[in-house]
């Protein structure tokens, strides 16, 4: 049988445990924790410094890289094209939104090649040749002969409409059932 002894003895076992886990938790483990988290904590903020480090070095490897391609293909287009189009009339027609840079771009890449520059069009959506149905609309051919009569419209003679002729329906199958 148990006993109110049993209870009170039983009761002060486990608030025993409690004050025990409490007090290990709060001395002895707490301090092998924290210096374990602040190791850590040292090692990310070293790596996040090297890594910074390598990217400002990248960034500045990159832009001189950029500078570099820039006045290189400035000075092959503008030895390639030179006088390629010398008084040759030029019109550039654009879609509107364009990048007014690579419309300068191509202004001045025009102009090296000695091209008559006439200006720029700029066209929007509405031009656009597409049908009802989303397909490409065909664009007409000018007409250069004379032109020609449309045929007459299809009639059929008069009187009744002349009928069909049914065609003979198979014979029905049996339905037997096999067994």
Known sequence: MINF?????????????????????????????????RSNVKRVETRIDSTQAQNSLLRSRLSAFQQQNNELTDQIVSRTVADSLTDVPVLMIASKGIDQTSLNQARSTLLDAGARFDGTLLVNDRLALSGASGQRARPRRPRTGPRRRPPPPRTRPPGPRPRRRARPRPPPRSRRHRA
């Open 5 to 37: 002894r049993y209870h009170v003895v039983s009761l002060t076992a486990v608030f025993l445990a409690l004050v025990i886990g409490v007090a290990m938790g709060s001395t002895v483990i707490s301090k092998a924790t924290v210096d374990g988290l």
